[in-house]
């Protein structure tokens, strides 16, 4: 079934990021990939997935929720992580975060080609702010 | 198909709103529904609905991605608004602004009893700063 093919394809890139296999993430990323709205290829796509793991060291994707069908994905996923200086404009400076982001993917020949992605960002600057 | 039942459930949900139906809103919520992890209940979110559309008499959701499974409902909204004061704590003041709303529900008994929304503030927050 289509469906657990993509929800398959997801958990493998899940773990493809955990693991920091960055030689395989062309396996489920689209050459031409676009990230809200903007072209950014494999590369670039690469480049700021490995800054992030720079950024924030114990960086780590967790699913929370996932479903597919036979062409788009959509997760939650969970972070509980210790970004070391400013992430998402806010000045996190090595505290402990957590926060929910909500993504769509779009994909084309078993591989992702559009990621539409909200990020909890109000909930980052709430814990940031002690409310 | 349960997915069919659930796409199609929301969908009649996404009219009731867009139709200010609300005596009907029970059919697709449930008593005790909550909203990222808050327990508001049928009438309290019923009146949150209500509230938004008076504060934004342009209001319209609009289903740009959907996708089900037995017991959960992705869905990516679309909005082309003019909130006539403050909007998610910016001062939007009648200006008109585009922003996406990813959001995952969690289902019983045919009900939406689970609310898991995150919507795109950083692309409102740009706009009003002509970014």
């Not at 657990?4 to 920091?20: V, W």
């Not at 030689?23 to 494999?42: Q, V």
């Not at 670039?44 to 479903?67: S, T, W």
């Amino acid at each position: 079934m289509p469906e657990i093919g993509l929800t398959a394809l997801y958990r493998a890139y899940i773990d493809c990021l955990n693991n920091r296999a960055w030689h395989d993430l062309g396996r489920y990323i689209a050459e031409d990939i676009a990230y809200n709205g903007n072209t950014i290829g494999l590369d670039g796509y690469r480049q700021a997935r490995e800054a992030e793991f720079r950024n924030i060291p114990d960086l780590h994707f967790k699913i929370q929720m996932l479903i597919a069908d036979d062409t788009t994905i959509a997760s939650r996923l969970a972070f509980d992580i210790t970004p070391r200086a400013e992430f998402l404009g806010l000045p996190v400076n090595g505290r402990r975060i957590s926060f929910a982001e909500n993504v769509f993917y779009e994909c084309e020949n078993d591989r992702i080609a559009k990621v539409w992605s909200i990020i909890d960002n109000v909930a980052v600057a709430a814990q940031l702010s002690g409310r």
